[in-house]
């Protein structure tokens, strides 16, 4: 069975960091693209950034660059997303996902990806 599992969310200040993780079961993490999404309440699913199968290639929303980085260790099984900076609209509840098609790295859109997580709650807030 397929299956990914988001950790590390939680509460957090303003300029605060935290770093979530996604570990995989069930299937080879080499072949996917890995996406992290995000949906605030009354808000629709986004994109937040994506990363190859071998990690060469990512890509960022740009409300997110310079602050959020994104990673895969494919031995591991594992993605992970180091957001820095938080700020209050970062608030969410953020999920990874997996898609075999190497084009959604760079869409990066929720609609392209098949295998997703349960999604982790990131609250920054004072």
């Known amino acids: 069975q397929l299956q990914l599992v988001e950790s590390g969310g939680g509460l957090v200040q303003p300029g605060g960091s935290l770093r979530l993780s996604c570990a995989a079961s069930g299937f080879t993490l080499d072949y996917y693209v890995i996406g992290w999404f995000r949906q605030a309440p009354g808000k629709e699913r986004e994109g937040v950034s994506c990363?190859?199968?071998?990690?060469?290639?990512?890509n960022y929303a740009d409300s997110v660059k310079g602050r959020f980085t994104i990673s895969r260790n494919n031995a591991k099984k594992m993605a992970y997303l180091q957001m820095n900076s938080l700020k209050p609209e970062d608030t969410a509840i953020y999920y990874c996902?997996?898609?075999?098609?190497?084009?959604?790295?760079?869409?990066?859109?929720?609609?392209?990806?098949?295998?997703w997580g349960q999604g982790t709650l990131v609250t920054v807030s004072s």
């Open positions: 996902a997996a898609s075999r098609s190497a084009s959604t790295v760079v869409r990066c859109s929720p609609g392209y990806f098949e295998v």
């Open positions: 990363i190859s199968s071998s990690g060469g290639s990512t």
